[in-house]
């Protein structure tokens, strides 16, 4: 079975600039995550979505947003960039949502760099 | 609430000897905890997770874990550290209807 895939890996995009993220998850798998990862605040999430529809949202910003589609892929998109988005931003994908205690499996992540 | 606090930010071991990555939890339910593993330019991997079965969970790579209720702690060990082990790993913690709660990881060394 093939893992979650993210794309693109990598992204060099300049301040004010809006960018979108994509995530394919495991096959059957309905729950998508999306976490950002910095060396300052480490792993933080972003928000989760299940069944085309926003389940939970962390603590970020209107700038950060996401949707998931009927085959449950999922985007994500920040807009008005800026140098503090700079970051890896992971996407985790699951069988169910945050009502169940089953694990999540992470992609690759994609690595974004705002200059 | 819920929160993880990985006590160690890096730890170093010689090749064969003990790991002892150390967390402990806070929840105000019942929570479920897990370890991942991030290589370097790499997404995270599961290592194991507990959830109120067995305290005593069995992960991949030979690693473990033991969930102390009494010293809210899920610490992670392995008999023998391999070069390959080398990498952050992560505590998490998660209760039911809430996000995973991720610990700021523990580096770990492995020297030859």
């Known amino acids: 079975k093939a893992g979650v895939t993210q794309t693109p890996r990598y992204l060099i995009k300049t301040r004010g600039q809006q960018v979108t993220l994509s995530c394919s998850p495991i096959?059957?798998?309905?729950?998508v995550s999306w976490y950002q990862q910095t060396p300052g605040q480490g792993l933080q999430f972003l928000f989760e979505?299940?069944?085309?529809?926003?389940?939970n949202k962390g603590n970020f910003p209107g700038r950060f947003s996401g949707r998931q589609f009927s085959n449950s892929r999922s985007e994500m998109n920040v807009s008005t960039l800026e140098l503090g988005d700079s970051a890896l931003y992971l996407c985790?994908?699951?069988?169910?949502?945050?009502?169940?205690?089953?694990?999540?499996?992470f992609g690759p992540g994609t690595r974004l760099t705002v200059t | 609430a819920q929160s993880v606090t990985q006590l160690d930010s890096h730890v170093s071991v010689s090749e064969g000897t003990p790991v002892l990555l150390r967390c402990n939890y806070s929840?105000?339910?019942?929570?479920?905890l897990f370890w991942y593993v991030q290589h370097p330019n790499k997404g995270l991997q599961l290592l194991l997770k507990?959830?109120?079965?067995?305290?005593l969970v069995k992960g991949i790579n030979g690693f473990e874990a033991e969930f102390k209720k009494s010293e809210t702690s899920f610490h992670l060990t392995k008999p023998s550290a391999h070069m390959s082990d080398a990498a952050e790993y992560f505590c998490?913690?998660?209760?039911?209807?809430?996000?995973?709660?991720f610990g700021a990881g523990t580096r770990l060394t492995v020297k030859p």
């Open positions: 985790a994908s699951s069988l169910a949502g945050q009502g169940s205690f089953l694990e999540q499996y």
């Open positions: 096959s059957g798998h309905r729950s």
């Open positions: 979505y299940f069944s085309e529809t926003q389940r």
């Open positions: 929840s105000s339910y019942s929570p479920s």
């Open positions: 507990y959830t109120s079965a067995a305290t």
């Open positions: 998490v913690v998660k209760a039911l209807g809430n996000d995973m709660r």
